[in-house]
């Protein structure tokens, strides 16, 4: 008899350790657990959508006539753990094998490790056929390269998937149409409305639980309405393709106040626990373009983000745990300020994404990269505090795709492995790609003093306190002549400002 352990984001019917499941003979095992809710402090719509996705998912198994056990989270006997759940069984029925699919989660990779001396008997741990490249295939990519840039992995994968290629060319000429996207929010944008599931008996009753067990946990529960089906996920995945994908290249960094959805896909928390595939959100896309229902610029863009940036950002995980994780290449010390959980900030940019985060579990690309992450750079955050932030507020995080995005593109605490240069930036680029300085008691125009926008000096203050670290950099240069033109006075004045500014984090006051 074997045992099949199915994690909370192993949510795929074609996953590796379903493949040839015998529905007489075989165990398939399903547990809500202590340790992995509370590992970090996840967002309570996370576990909510974790906990529902699973029990639907266990329901349609179970209709198939396969034989579920499932443990609920609040069931009497509930172990705790994973290791103790799969113990549990092991000792109650007469398991041979225990079978898994490698977790997206380096600890747990090591736990699992030492299963099959604990239980004493063969653990196997199948490869995630769920990903389009696999993390020996991103090993082959990256050896013997002293740069590994996604753009030239992403061409490499459009080739191996035939996506968007006309024989040996990229279609339309191009591998990629950046210099037509990102645009600044135009007037009177008319936003499509969100997908919407209303939550029925099996998600009114987690969300109870959710609500019972996890009371200080970090997020709003309700209103909910993440889908928790792969019927209801194929639906929010169409109504993107039908109603925002024209217009997802375009806006891509675009930022409004009181529009956290804008013209993205919010599939990324599908993708991530299985209810969606990646190469059928691809492929979906493209054809999409092929019948006219979609420009070139915005299918490309997208298609990058799944094809390229995803899964070079798997690759680089893999590749460089456990170190990565404590990476830390500015030596980075300054504890997250307060605001990233009460959202009790003047800094009406840094108050609307975390206000957002709060509410949704979610926040589009360019607010978690510009807004936060670059507050986080030029403020010289912790780097592990401002993981376990990521980690716990976002519904689409799992270390293997939150800590490459993290560490390696909003901190550069890798040093330059994954961006060519820090994506540190002043007000000037949020008032531009955003409408959030019109409603903030500080001026993006305004360089130095209380009324001046803190990214301002803040951005000159990092770039000056790493110096001997970033002045080599090429890419850097324009920054570092600018620096050292500037007069001994606003040199000083940058300087003054910023302790200032980090003297009232400190103190808990309200910046
Ligand atoms: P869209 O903008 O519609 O993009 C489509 C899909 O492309 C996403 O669903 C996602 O699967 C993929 N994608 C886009 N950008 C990336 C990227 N940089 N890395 C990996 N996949 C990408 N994504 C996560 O899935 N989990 C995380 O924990 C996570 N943490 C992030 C932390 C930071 C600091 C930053 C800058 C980015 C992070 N991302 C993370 C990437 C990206 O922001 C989210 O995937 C995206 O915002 C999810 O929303 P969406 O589905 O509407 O994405
Ligand atoms: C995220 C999550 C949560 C909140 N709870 C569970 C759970 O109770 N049981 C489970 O099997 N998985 C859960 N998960 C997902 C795991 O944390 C995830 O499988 C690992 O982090 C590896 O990616
Ligand atoms: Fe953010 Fe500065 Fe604009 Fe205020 S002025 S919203 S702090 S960028």
Known sequence: MKLRLILGDQLSRNIASLVGVDAQNDIILMCEVRSEATYVKHHKKKIAFIFSAMRHFAAELLAEGLNIHYVKYDAPNNAGSLADEVARTVARYDIDEVIVTTPGEYRLVED????????GITVTIKDDNRFLSSPA???DWAEGRKQMRM?????EMRRKYSILMDHNDPVGGQWNYDSENRKPPAAGLNLPPTYKARPDAVTQEVLELVEAHFPDHFGELTPFHFAVTRDQAVIALEEFVDRRLKLFGDYQDAMLQGEPWMYH???????????????????RAEAAYHAGGAPLNAVEGFIRQILGWREYVRGIYWLKMPDYKTANFFNAKRALPEFYWSAETQMNCLRQCVTET?????????????????FALIAGLDPDEVNNWYMLVYADAYEWVELPNVSGMILYADGGLLASKPYAASGAYINKMSNYCRS????PSVKNGPTACPFNYLYWDFIARNDGKLRGNPRMGFMYRSLDQMSD????AIRDDSRRFFNAIEANEKV
């Open 112 to 119: 699992i490790k030492g299963w099959s001396q604990r239980l």
């Open 137 to 139: 295939e991103f090993a």
């Open 151 to 155: 753009e030239f992995f992403y061409r």
């Open 265 to 283: 896909s919010h599939i990324g928390l599908y993708l991530n626990c299985g209810l969606l595939d990646p190469l059928e959100c691809i492929e």
């Open 358 to 374: 709060k509410q949704n579990a979610y926040a589009h690309h360019i607010q978690r990269l510009m807004v936060l992450g670059n």
């Open 440 to 443: 903030c008691k500080y001026k």
């Open 489 to 492: 006075e606003k040199r000083q």
